[in-house]
């Protein structure tokens, strides 16, 4: 495995190289200085030494931190979408290698976050940081790319996590054990495989926080109390690694506490209850903010909700009703695997897991402008529904 001395040279070998112009320039102002007073000019030595001072001053502020380049190997876990998303992008944009650790790799079209990553050279990487085993294989990647590619560790980036909007009474205990799990013990186990890598290469830690570490909010009482304990976490780390030349960062994004607000009231998006199946636990429609929901022709309809399924299931179907004037018919929705959807979970499933399922829907330049109600059912090998949901639409263009 490459070491920061490795790749960058000694000690001080990299320190030469890196202010080595700016010690010539030094040098060559000194001996002016030195000629200015020995030949008595005073006034004109001290005017020197001034603007000397000044530019070393400058100097030193501008280049205290290190830029990223094309030597350092980033790695962001929670790439999915979101700030972890962004964070991949900025980063290789700068030119460094970036390693993308996504909790499923999804095969429908709706993975195109993961498709951008790829498409502009972000490595994505499968890992589940509530599983030993799939951090073991994460931490052998990013081994293999130190080795092969002669990179040095400049960052981990513990962005992965998950909240459940509900007072606390109304989450069961799975929902709660798998926020603890995911943003606490998840973040400690995937730190403590790297650790080694991480001292050896005198990199950072940085740990996405959220203000509810500090002032949590009603209704992810559960949430706060992971970030809580996160942000305890993270200030003693910070003391225990700092012999090593680790740095340790506890990251709060401004926005979140508007995120946070956005996703309250995006959860409650319109929808009536079927008949046939239980509702989602939240509903989310890209766009729709109240009834009826637009289907702009010529685009797509992306979606994605919570649920959880009342009984085993090996497989999952999508089936889609559209009602028109009374007369409802089956709908040939061209992404029927619904197992090929899920970004929290994979089939088989199991009775009371929680599952994320992820809608596209192409909306096309033909249909007639026209009102309609839209129920979306998955349902399992025995055509038993284990979520459903209706829509109140009206097709129009953008």
């Known amino acids: 495995m490459n070491s920061m001395e490795k790749v960058y040279g000694s000690g001080w070998a990299a320190w030469w190289r890196k202010h080595s112009i700016a010690l010539q320039i030094g040098t060559t102002i000194s001996c002016n200085i030195a000629y200015l007073t020995d030949a008595g000019r005073t006034r004109k030595a001290v005017t020197l030494s001034m603007i000397l001072l ?20 980033i790695v962001i876990t929670g790439c999915n979408s979101g700030l972890g998303y962004s964070l991949a992008m900025h980063c290789r944009a700068k030119g460094a290698m970036v390693l993308a650790g996504v909790r499923e790799i999804p095969t429908a079209p709706n993975s195109n976050a993961v498709e951008a990553l790829k498409n502009n050279g972000v490595i994505v990487h499968q890992v589940d940081i509530t599983d030993e085993q799939s951090v073991r294989d994460f ?8 080795e092969e590619r002669r990179l040095v560790l400049r960052a981990l980036v513990n962005n992965a996590g998950v909240m459940v909007f509900g007072e606390f009474e109304w989450q069961t205990q799975k929902l709660a054990e798998h926020q603890v799990n995911v943003n606490l013990l998840g973040t400690m186990r995937i730190t403590r495989e790297l650790m080694p ?15 509810c570490a500090n002032e949590s909010l009603p209704g992810i009482s559960i949430y706060g109390a992971t970030k809580a304990a996160l942000l305890a976490w993270t200030t003693s780390l910070r003391v225990e690694v700092g012999k090593y ?18 996703a309250a009231s995006l959860q409650n998006t319109p929808y009536t209850r079927c008949d046939d199946g239980p509702p989602p636990q939240s509903l989310v429609v890209d766009g729709c903010n109240s009834s009826p929901c637009g289907l702009y022709r010529g685009t797509n309809l992306t979606a994605h909700w919570d649920f959880s399924p009342n009984a085993d299931t090996l497989r999952l179907t999508v089936r889609v009703r559209v009602t028109m004037m009374g007369i409802t018919i089956p709908y040939p929705y061209p992404y029927s695997n619904a197992c090929e959807s899920l970004t929290n979970g994979k089939c088989p499933l199991s009775k009371g897991d929680n599952v994320t399922y992820n809608l596209f829907m192409p909306i096309s330049k033909e249909y007639p402008s026209v009102s309609m109600i839209i129920e979306y059912s998955l349902v399992n090998e025995n055509n038993d529904s284990q979520v459903c949901f209706k829509l109140d639409c009206h097709v129009t263009d953008p």
């Open 54 to 73: 000044g530019g070393v001053t400058l100097y030193c502020f501008f280049s205290r931190r290190r830029k990223i380049n094309a030597r350092d190997l």
């Open 197 to 211: 890598i991480l001292r050896e290469n005198h990199s950072r830690i940085i740990v996405v926080s959220s203000h």
């Open 139 to 146: 931490r052998h990647k990013v081994e293999e790319l130190l």
């Open 245 to 262: 030349g680790v740095e340790v960062v506890s990251f709060i994004p401004a926005y979140i506490i508007l995120a946070i607000c956005v």
